[in-house]
């Protein structure tokens, strides 16, 4: 008979409620001390509104029911409360001050001094002893902004265990990180894990969570429906538990309705700017046709985002190649031509290109297409609520009233704004960069049957994407590339595989 587990954290009966929504409805949990233990579900399922109120974001009153933490009852007020007592949160969007150093972000706020003078000397020992014991590989001298994301990534790591973290709550951690970033972030948990640390971990890529996880929660609507050890489940099993009911397919059944080809890019060469010596994309020329996903794979770095926010007239500046829609040569100097032309781009981060968060549900969706509402010089708020309902529900986006800010929404439910503004546009091409990045399974599936519904409309669709499954899954071709270049283009059937598209993006022979 196994020894009881200690437990370090003990949730009981947590409820929250927003105005119009049930974020939480009497949460029951319990993390043992020592464990990763991995939280999963929809958006909207009420994950991140369970770790704000463990962290002290949504302070004590906010929410019923009480949780403890090392047998202790916890009434944070704040996140300095939470921190103290050795919780730490890692948000998904990292909360780094980019012209800093390493060291200045690890101990900002609680730098070695004396009478009130920073000890510099002191401050960089400090950081580098951190970093050697934890074995993350990051200069403490360099500037933040000059680091890659999966090395800011391990800075967020070290500024939380510089307050000798008994808990680390881990959101979304690798969700722009790169196969080798996140796999160096996994070893550091197992490290953190053998040094005593208890990790929550947050993520919508179920694989990272059967590598990592000891035991596995789902909550679905704000409820717990189970706990379960990590080697006594399959995939199949949390995702029906996520979405309530059996996903027998990943991707939606495809009808393929190719038609004429109708967009080219020629000869196709960026730079960043004007005083740049190397082009960032070069010489790339491919076709589209009417109807059709083309989807588009290559490594981080590889010029996949550069390549599609330049031919949106947002990135860089045209060397040389040319443009023909509709068999007509185009000149897009800006988002507006490209919008004018029925080019519409959703961008990878809906965060901070894609909405603006602080505005409403309804101002967002309706944004690109404010000269359609135009009467008078003034908007016709009838006909703008009208199209917002009609896009509302046409993607089933969930929110409590049209005036919602947007910052209020779940993942998905953004992600689908940001999508339905652009629909609003009527575009004959649509590119999509990372449409499923930081949303849930149930969620990806309404993306992917939209997507398919388009082209069936007669869309074109470009589809940018790091997840290998998803570009098979979805695209009916595939160009892969690889230092800025097209390394090849493959007419997608049950013959390619994700190793094929590797070679190709790897230069592998």
Known sequence: MSEPKEVLLRISNVSMHFPGTRALANVNLDVYAGEAHAVCGENGAGKSTLMKILSGVYPYGTFDGEFYFADERCQFATVRDSERRGIRIIHQELTLVPHMTVAENIFLGAEPNRYGVINQDQLYRDTEELLQRYNLNVPYNARV??????????????KALSGHARLLILDEPTSALTIEETRVLLDIIRDLKSRGVTCIYISHKLDELFEIADRITVLRDGQVVGTYNTQDVDESKIISLMVGRELTNQYPPRRR????????????????????????????SFQLHRGEILGIAGLMGSGRTELVQSIFGEYGTRLHGQLVLNGRPVEIRSSQDAINCGIALLTEDRKTTSLILKHSVVSNVTLPSLRELLKWKFIDVDKEWAAFYEYRDKLQIRTPSMETIVNDLSGGNQQKVAIAKWLMTEPQILIMDEPTRGIDVGTKYEVYKLMNDLTNEGVSIIMVSSELPE?????????VMREGS???????????????????ATGAA
Do not use: C, Y
């Open 145 to 158: 902004n000059s680091l890659g994301v999966g090395q800011q990534q391990m800075v967020e790591i070290a």
């Open 257 to 284: 309705k190719i038609g004429e080809v109708i967009f080219e890019v020629k000869n196709w060469t960026v730079a960043k700017h004007t005083r740049a010596t190397r082009p960032v994309v070069r010489d790339v």
């Open 471 to 479: 570009i098979l899954g979805m695209s009916d071709r595939i160009l």
């Open 486 to 504: 097209v390394a090849g283009i493959l007419e997608n059937n049950e013959e390619v595989t994700q190793e094929d598209i590797m070679f190709l």
